[in-house]
């Protein structure tokens, strides 16, 4: 539990269950707690759940349930998308040096990962460049050859930067190509849809949108063919191994919260972060904002103080009970420069001054106040002083 003094601003890493989520999640423990491929009844009573689950988050998207592919995570659903239509096109006779693969330069690391692996075994791999916004470069698809697999993110996970899915998609041969998009920090904070983006798979995280963690899905657009990564009989032949029903269940009302809240919390999200940014842009020392907000997550305020180290500013401002981010926390204590900012075009020292302030339901207008009014006497000490 964060202690009553603590400011958690880190909901972008993660976020805290729900307290509906919890109470619909205990049953399966104790109770309904039968797996759901067994065909007895209490199995089938599972089951049951488990597809009510999957309507609820394809709904999230306009998709149908029978694309949703319950799975670990978004990292897992990543792979899934990813590799998973790589050993698809390979199974369908293209060499690796055949296939061409786009993936911005803003991706989590895990999808660099995937498209590392993918160069490794000699498909064509290129990098989407990005604006000095955090946007990708648009024009990087013109006159383009077509690609068999392209791959971006709905939202950033350090900058909060909204990437423009359907105008990439509109550049793209809907036809033959595979286009993915990791939504896990869009998180249904905003609105979208697979029809209004126009893409092939989207990746979920439950624990970004207040439910459990170690439970996501892959949607994927129906006639759209993948092969699994984990070979199995479950989730129709596309993931081994048993599914988390209590998962599915915790990540199915936690989307149907957010879909009921998100517009009027977007809205109130929207001017907590404003109101934090007014009172740090009134400090004595410059803070340089990465992204304007109009290009940005409505719960998101990445900033740079210049000359500070990310890393060092985040670890003041804990002693100062303020829980903020320099970075995904799966990078945490990383040795490189943020891979996203050098992407933007900011040098390498610059690249480590990075800091992340994310906000969510409980994050209250007191809880703003009070945190700027501690980073703004933590820069007051950081100020040079006259002699």
Not at 44 to 53: C, N, R
Not at 195 to 204: K, M, Y
Not at 332 to 353: D, I, N, Q, R, T
Request: net charge negative; aromatic share 8%.
């Amino acid at each position: 539990m964060i202690p009553p003094n603590r400011i958690y601003l880190d909901y972008n890493s993660t976020t805290p269950v729900r307290a509906e989520v919890e109470e619909a999640m205990r049953p399966f423990a104790r109770q309904i707690y039968a797996n759901a491929a067994s065909r007895h009844s209490a199995g089938q009573e599972a089951w049951s759940v488990l597809e009510k689950a999957r309507e609820r988050i394809a709904d999230l998207v306009g998709a149908s349930a029978d694309d949703v592919i319950f799975t670990s995570g978004a990292m897992e659903s990543n792979f899934l998308a990813l590799l998973g239509r790589f050993e698809y096109l390979i199974q369908e006779g293209c060499r690796p040096s055949h296939i061409r693969v786009a993936v911005s330069a803003l991706e989590h690391p895990c999808v660099i990962a995937c498209a590392k692996e993918m160069r490794r075994r000699g498909a064509k791999v290129h990098d989407i460049p990005a604006t000095a916004q955090g946007v990708i470069a648009l024009d990087f698809f013109n006159g383009q050859k077509p690609y068999d697999i392209v791959s971006v993110m709905a939202a950033n996970h350090e900058t909060g930067a909204i990437q423009p899915l359907a105008d990439i998609a509109a550049r793209l041969d809907a036809k033959t190509t595979f286009f993915h998009t990791d939504a896990a920090q869009w998180a249904g904070r905003i609105e979208g849809s697979m029809d209004e983006w126009n893409v092939s798979a989207i990746s979920l995280s439950a624990h970004k949108m207040y439910g459990p963690k170690g439970i996501g899905a892959l949607i994927v657009r129906q006639g759209t063919r993948l092969l699994p990564i984990f070979p199995g009989s479950q989730e129709a032949g596309m993931r081994g191994g048993t599914v988390n029903v209590a998962g599915a269940v915790g990540f199915g009302v936690a989307v149907e919260f957010m879909k009921k809240e998100r517009k009027n919390e977007a809205t109130r999200l929207y001017g907590l972060r404003e109101m934090l940014w007014e009172k740090l842009a009134s400090g004595p020392l410059e803070l340089i904002r990465t992204v304007a907000a109009e290009h940005s997550l409505p719960n998101t305020l990445h900033v740079r103080l210049a000359g500070w180290k990310g890393e060092r500013v985040v670890a003041a401002l804990d002693r100062w009970g303020i829980c903020c981010s320099s970075g995904p926390a799966c990078s945490a204590g990383s040795v490189v420069a943020s891979p996203v900012l050098m992407a933007m075009g900011l040098g390498e020292s610059e690249a480590w001054e990075g800091v992340r302030f994310s906000m969510g339901m409980e994050t209250t207008e007191e809880d703003i106040w009070l945190a700027g009014e501690r980073i703004l006497h933590w820069l007051e000490d950081q100020a040079p002083r006259d002699t």
